[in-house]
């Protein structure tokens, strides 16, 4: 599935017919938070529901992680 630079690892996830849990859909309860494996993912806005060491250990938002390259996602 390719992004076209707008679109969430979540919305993508979707349209490819993959589930992730979601609520908010607005980076902020952390329902979506997923691992990821591999590729570099960026964020309009740093997401209240991730902080800096969940980063650091790999994990995403995937309701607001936008693809910047191939990502790779334990869903
Ligand atoms: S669905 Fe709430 S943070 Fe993604």
Do not use: F, H, W
Request: glycine share 10%; proline share 3%.
């Amino acid at each position: 599935m390719s992004s076209d630079g707008t679109e969430s690892i979540l919305e993508l996830a979707e349209q490819a017919g993959i589930r992730i849990r979601s609520n908010c859909r607005q980076g902020v309860c952390g329902a979506c938070k997923k691992r990821k494996v591999a590729g570099v993912v960026r964020y309009d806005a740093e997401p209240d529901g991730l902080d800096r060491s969940e980063q650091d250990n790999g994990m995403i938002l995937t309701c607001v992680a936008i693809p910047v390259d191939r990502v790779v996602v334990e869903a």
